[in-house]
Nanobody, 119 residues
């Protein structure tokens, strides 16, 4: 059974940093694309960042480029999202999700972790 568990959310002041973790069981992250999404109250879920397969190529939403960094630890089967220079508009529930390299559908999702940035 595949399970993704996010952690690391919390309350931080604007300009601060948080590091989110997404730990997987039941699959090997190095053969999957892993992404972070977020959903703010009253808004649609949006893509934040992704990391591809074992090579580690990354892509980011324009709104977080230069502030967020996605990385992976294949030994621990964990993906991280380092979030720096946080803004109040980054406040959302953050979800990790994963899909096989050959698929366009994110099949597995975590339960989400709340990030709140105060001004």
């Amino acid at each position: 059974q595949v399970q993704l568990v996010e952690s690391g959310g919390g309350l931080v002041q604007a300009g601060g940093s948080l590091r989110l973790s997404c730990a997987a069981s039941g699959l090997t992250f190095s053969t999957y694309i892993v992404a972070w999404f977020r959903q703010a109250p009253g808004k649609d879920r949006e893509f934040v960042a992704a990391i591809f397969g074992s090579g580690g190529s990354t892509t980011y939403a324009d709104s977080v480029k230069g502030r967020f960094t996605i990385s992976r630890d294949n030994v621990k089967n964990t993906v991280f999202l380092q979030m720096n220079s946080l803004k109040p508009e980054d406040t959302a529930v953050y979800y990790c999700a994963t899909r096989p390299l050959w698929s366009s559908v994110y099949k597995y999702w975590g339960q989400g972790t709340q990030v709140t940035v105060s001004s």
